[in-house]
């Protein structure tokens, strides 16, 4: 391993930049995403700095079933994220589409159709804690030797 | 990549007028006007954003509750209703239309001014 | 003289300040806003649509995910339209507790619209103080109905669950130290030299302006609408003493004001609900029959109407749900950022008449 990529690995497990982007949901599971940064949870002390910037973030939380405005943004939204870059499904609406998925919705789930997700965290909302255990866990999974990954 | 987006919005606007409130207050609003239910809806989807339509209810209720009270004339056109309540008309259009109704009334009578008064609103509405 | 050009300024649907997409367009000469519009559709589920035609039994629970942040309120109207549809009656100790929950809830609400504020104004300190301060409100949420947002405590002639000597207990405790601390962030709030530059006599509203639009809840009452608040007629409140509380400044200090005025509120009317708590059964039962009513609640954001037609098999044939953010955030858009003298009051603006989009949309 590189010198570089040593030192590009420390960088980025504690320097995870998050960005959310709620698609069409109930916000319930965006005031849970707002509660991580509460000091009880304390996000910040793991190096996530929650703010809503795509251009800047390595981490995308998405929330809630696709709408139809969302339909062709979102894709934008995934690409103006620098690589590397992990998508994060929040709740059951990017998964399934919760109780949205039924006769006569507007929307169309899953998240998955439109952008890669690469972990999901079900519940309806899912608690502070177990989005700050996905962000933690996926985040060096992805970010870890990604340069020397890369075919 | 894009960087600037507009989307057809109509169908989305549609969507809202298509709730249960909001089709009641569109055909209460054309019985008033005179007009036709979907050359209402297809005005307001022109004018409209989208924040004013899913309002178009609840001030249509306050407009009938609070508008243009006394005046005889102003309330038989909705002076206040459809320039500050509903938005359809500005208001010197309105103006016009209303010191026109208001001269006319004292030559024929009070009803036939108001209809013809109406007619104007809705010329101006769908122009 | 130099002329300036005239630009329209899109802000959304992704911003750093709105927790929800919505996206605005400001046309501005120079800083001074001169028209804005509104582009919604970033949340549109259809939720009305796919109420039609189900049993109330699931509505209960999609009337919940219409709003995240006010859920119980959802809930609860939704409830009391059913019972008055089919004249159940609730018994005494339900309604109380009911009361408890809800006001519970509001604190919650409220607590996030001034974090919202405070975190678009960058006083990220007293945004953080706020947040904190949620968490205990949640925690006491939880302890009594199981769930920290989405609760379905309330049922047609009752609740699920009776409130435990020790939860009731432990729920007194924590509010005083909510008071406390709610007392000293009012303080900082209130006093704050910087604070006050960037909210006094900002987005200011008119009381006759707050009518047309029809303004609902704080907003409404910043304004100085007197009687703008249901809960003066829900005879539980009713039999607590319930008292309005309203300013008439109509500016953002005032309507965060209220909203921090109402905590305190909410406290006082929890205390007198436990302290008065009736004895009894928590569940009365009843059958839901066919029916049409509208019936209105008071939401930490305002009134919220629900109108339903049932069939006599308890299934809802037509349903229209009219939050109180529709009106607000209309308000809010046509007439208080109208005029605004700055760009970059926009934001704080808007954030102050404590947006929902997901309820706005439904």
Partial sequence: ?151 | MKYLYEKDLRQMKYNILTSTKHDEAVRAIAERLGMSDAKLRMVLIRRFDMSLLENLESRWQMGQRHADDGDPVAKGLGYELFTRFIPLVDTETMQTIYSDTTAMTQEIPFDEAIARGKEQIREAVLS | ?362
């Fill in chain 3, 1 to 362: 003289m130099k002329k300036t050009v005239d630009v329209s300024v899109p802000l959304g649907p992704m911003h750093p300040c709105w927790k929800e997409p919505v996206r605005l367009k400001c046309e501005t000469a120079g800083e001074r806003v001169l028209k804005t519009e509104l582009e919604l559709g970033y949340m549109k589920k259809g939720i009305e649509r796919i109420m039609r035609g189900r049993p109330w039994q699931e509505v209960m629970f999609l009337a919940e995910r219409v709003c995240g942040i006010c859920s119980v309120v959802h809930n609860m109207v939704f409830i009391e339209t059913m019972e008055e549809i089919s004249d159940i009656p609730v018994p005494p100790r339900a309604a109380y507790l009911r009361v408890v929950v809800n006001e519970l809830d509001r604190m919650a609400s409220h607590l996030i619209a001034n974090f919202s504020y405070c975190y678009t104004i960058e006083h990220e300190t007293l945004a953080m103080y706020l947040l904190n301060t949620r968490e205990i409100v949640l925690d006491n949420l939880e302890r009594i109905t199981g769930s920290r947002i989405n609760t379905a405590y309330m049922i047609p002639g009752g609740v699920r669950f009776d409130l435990l000597p020790e939860d009731a207990a432990a729920m007194l405790a924590d509010l005083v130290k909510v008071e406390d601390e709610m007392k000293r962030y009012v303080r900082i709030f209130e006093t704050g030299p910087l604070i006050a530059l960037r909210s006094k006599g900002i987005g200011f509203m008119s009381r006759e302006e707050a009518i047309r639009s029809h303004t609902v809840g704080p907003t409404a009452r910043a304004s100085g609408v007197e009687d703008s608040d249901l809960r003066l007629r829900h005879p539980t409140y009713q039999a607590l003493d319930f008292k309005q509380i309203t300013r008439t400044e109509g500016d953002n200090f005032a309507r965060i004001m209220v909203r921090f005025q109402e905590v305190f509120q909410s406290i006082d009317l929890i205390r007198k609900c436990v302290e008065t708590l009736p004895d009894g059964p928590i569940r009365g039962g009843g059958l839901c029959k066919a029916g049409e009513a509208s019936y209105a609640g008071e939401a930490p954001r305002g009134e919220l109407t629900y109108t339903i037609k049932t069939d006599e098999y308890g299934r809802v044939v037509d349903i229209a749900i009219r939050t109180p953010s529709i009106m607000n955030i209309e308000a809010c858009a046509h007439t208080m950022i109208k005029g605004a003298t700055s760009i970059a009051d926009v934001t704080s603006t808007f954030i102050s008449s404590d947006p929902c989009v997901a309820c706005n949309e439904r």
């Fill in chain 1, 1 to 151: 391993m590189s010198i570089l990529q040593k030192i590009k690995n420390t960088v980025r497990s504690r320097s995870i930049h998050v960005s959310y982007v709620d698609v069409g949901s109930c916000n319930g599971c965006d005031i849970e995403v707002l509660a991580c940064l509460a000091p009880r949870y304390d996000i910040e002390q793991y190096g996530i700095y929650v703010h809503n910037n795509p251009r800047e973030a390595d981490v995308l939380l998405v929330i809630g079933s696709v709408t139809p405005q969302w339909v062709d943004k979102l894709r934008d939204i995934w690409d103006k994220i620098p690589e590397p870059k992990v998508a994060v499904a929040i709740g059951n609406c990017p998964i399934s589409g919760c109780v949205y998925a039924r006769r006569g919705t507007l929307t169309s789930p899953p998240v998955e159709k439109y952008i890669p997700i690469a972990a999901q965290v079900p519940g309806c909302p899912p608690r502070p804690t177990e989005i700050l255990n996905a962000i933690l866990s996926v985040a060096p999974l992805i970010f870890k030797d990604y340069e020397e990954k890369q075919p």
